[in-house]
């Protein structure tokens, strides 16, 4: 736990849906990072100074007590960010139910989250095939979890079935030799 201090840039509400109905979450904007407040309000207004004790947990930088120091004017602290936007390059983005796809394009996000499921799987059957018994770490053995991991994603992306419909694609426009 750091005790941290600095001037409110922004607040946020946002609404999530739990077991007990809908709640609103509360963050803010602190020294250009946001800080999670959870379900409880932290009273806190744009311009404010704060005093909070910072924690990492699984949502970024967390908080749960917020002091206001000082009630500030209202407006934002001056920005020292130079005048000049920076205009971000544009980027394939992927999200939403309406954008799930197959098979998963190399790209999409969806796809780390299936590789990560592929290694996990891989590593449980390798552990499995062994009895459980203890065994060396080395490069043979990750070789062999990361090759069982290829496998696995190629199939849940759907890598295999777009190459099988490749090659029957292929098959039919090539004309058959009498």
């Known amino acids: 736990m750091t005790m941290t201090t600095g001037i409110v840039e922004a607040v946020s509400t946002k609404d999530v849906t739990t077991k007990f109905g809908t709640k609103p979450t509360y963050s803010m904007k602190v ?53 000049t936007p920076v ?8 999200g939403g139910y309406k954008e799930k796809v197959f098979p998963i394009p190399p790209l999409h996000g969806d796809r780390a989250i299936v590789r990560q499921n592929a290694l996990a799987r891989a590593t449980d ?13 080395d490069e043979s053995t990750l070789q062999m979890v990361i090759g069982f991991a290829r496998k696995f994603e190629a199939y849940t992306a759907g890598d295999i079935d777009m190459q099988e419909a490749m090659q029957e694609n292929t098959q039919e426009q090539v004309p058959a030799a009498f």
């Open 31 to 83: 020294n250009g990072n946001w800080i999670k407040c959870g379900f409880k309000s932290h009273n806190a207004n744009v311009g404010d100074e704060v005093e909070f004790d910072a924690n990492t947990g699984t949502y970024g930088v967390e908080t749960k007590s917020v002091l206001i120091v000082r009630k500030g004017t209202g407006a934002a602290p001056p920005s020292t960010a130079s005048a």
């Open 87 to 94: 205009v971000a390059a544009p980027k394939a983005s992927y």
């Open 125 to 137: 059957i390798f552990i499995a095939a062994r009895g459980g018994k203890p065994f060396d770490l």
